[in-house]
């Protein structure tokens, strides 16, 4: 069973606008959000996360949104740069076992210039 | 020093032979995770090491998966009998302790032919 899913494998944005990522988990123990990205032959890297006590979390050009009672969450990156060109990645834990991230397939986000 | 290592970096192998993959955690990191990669896939949690003892090893797949830490340092995944289906990214990644932020390795590429 997924626990953590990205529906969409790839998103598309032109360079300036808003890319929005989405998520939504099914497991209601998961207390902590992260997105990673990653670039291809690196591994992922931690770029933000959120607490469930939190429904906003603001870094820079990237926010990550948390609705608890739809168990879902977004990264919204804005204006988009060419370099956020990535797959990214979130991921869920639960505080008592906070060492074991749940991963989702990743979106693949292309920004156009 | 620098950050996680992982070596080999790309390791291809034939059906039924053993292979061991190894990771060098960044300097200090208490804790030590092993994921899996599949194509299209995010990454799948493993195993957990605080220290040197397993803490977590919920994710192996099969008792043909087996990883060490013998010096609460360098961790290595081994694979027994290896087959088609272990094909896949083996990402390691440490923190500096069990609810802090994971940093990950490049990965070792596993073609099992």
């Known amino acids: 069973d997924q626990q953590v899913k990205q529906n969409s494998p790839s998103l598309s944005v032109q360079e300036g606008r808003i890319s929005i990522l989405n998520c939504d988990y099914t497991n209601s123990m998961f207390d902590y959000f992260l997105w990673y990205k990653k670039y291809p032959a690196e591994g992922p890297t931690f770029l933000i996360s959120?607490?469930?006590?939190?429904d906003k979390n603001e870094d820079g050009r990237f926010t990550v949104f948390l609705n608890k009672s739809a168990k879902h969450l977004s990264l919204h990156i804005v204006p988009s740069q060419p370099g956020d060109s990535a797959v990214y990645f979130c991921?869920?834990?639960?505080?008592?076992?906070?060492?074991?991230?749940?991963f989702g397939q990743g979106t693949r986000l292309t920004i156009n210039p | 020093g620098a950050g996680v290592s992982q070596t080999p970096s790309n390791k291809v192998t034939e059906k039924g032979k053993y292979v061991e993959l190894r990771c060098d955690p960044i300097s200090g990191h208490t804790a030590l995770y092993w994921y899996r990669q599949s194509l299209g896939q995010g990454p799948e949690f493993l195993i957990y090491?605080?220290?040197?003892?397993?803490?977590?090893d919920s994710g192996l797949p099969n008792d043909r998966f087996f990883a060490v830490r013998p010096e609460g340092s360098v961790s290595t995944l081994k694979i027994q009998r290896t087959e088609r289906g272990d094909s896949a990214v083996y990402l390691c990644?440490?923190?500096?302790?069990?609810?802090?932020?994971?940093?990950f390795g490049p990965g070792t590429r596993l073609t099992v032919l």
């Open positions: 990644a440490s923190s500096a302790g069990p609810n802090n932020e994971q940093f």
């Open positions: 991921a869920a834990s639960a505080l008592q076992g906070a060492q074991k991230l749940v």
């Open positions: 090491f605080q220290g040197t003892g397993a803490a977590d």
């Open positions: 959120i607490s469930s006590i939190k």
